[in-house]
C-alpha cells in the first residue's frame, strides 16, 4: 500500500522560497517510478509542475520553469521541490503524485490524464501574497 505524505508548505511573499517534501512508503524497491508535483487552486484546472524519473531525468511546466527545481533521494524514498521566485500565481494545494514511468511527462502535461494510474498524497497548502 503506498502512501505519500507531503510537508513544508506555508505562506511566503512574492519573490520568496519555500521547499516542499514527500515522503513515500510502501514502495516496491525492485519497481521504477516517477514522481512529481501537481497543483490545484481554486477555480482553476489542476497543473502539472514537474516530475523525476528513477533514472533523475526530469520534466518542468513551463509556468514554473526555472523558478522550480524537483530532486529526488532514492534512498529515503523522497523527493522534493525548491520553489524559488515565487508568485501569487502560484498559490494553491500542491500534490505529490506517484505514476509509472511512462506516465512521467504526461503527470505534467496532463495531469487529469495520469490519474487512474496515480498514487496521490493529501496534498500541502502554498499561498504567496
Known amino acids: 500500500h503506498v502512501q505519500l505524505v507531503e510537508s513544508g508548505g506555508g505562506s511566503v511573499q512574492a519573490g520568496g522560497s519555500l521547499r516542499l517534501s514527500c515522503v513515500a512508503s510502501?514502495?516496491?524497491?525492485?519497481?521504477?517510478?516517477?514522481m512529481g508535483w501537481f497543483r490545484q487552486a481554486p477555480g482553476k484546472e489542476r497543473e502539472g509542475l514537474a516530475a523525476?524519473?528513477?533514472?533523475?531525468?526530469?520534466s518542468y511546466a513551463d509556468s514554473v520553469k526555472g523558478r522550480f527545481t524537483i530532486s529526488r533521494d532514492n534512498d529515503k524514498d523522497t523527493i522534493y521541490l525548491q520553489m524559488d521566485s515565487m508568485k501569487p500565481e502560484d498559490t494553491g494545494v500542491y500534490v505529490c503524485?506517484?505514476?509509472?514511468?511512462?506516465?512521467?511527462?504526461?503527470?505534467?502535461?496532463?495531469?487529469?490524464?495520469?490519474?487512474?494510474?496515480?498514487?496521490r498524497g493529501q496534498g500541502t497548502q502554498v499561498t504567496v501574497s
Open positions: 503524485v506517484k505514476v509509472p514511468p511512462p506516465y512521467c511527462h504526461g503527470l505534467v502535461v496532463d495531469p487529469w490524464g495520469v490519474a487512474g494510474v496515480m498514487n
Open positions: 510502501g514502495l516496491d524497491s525492485s519497481q521504477r517510478y516517477c
Open positions: 523525476i524519473d528513477s533514472d533523475g531525468s526530469t
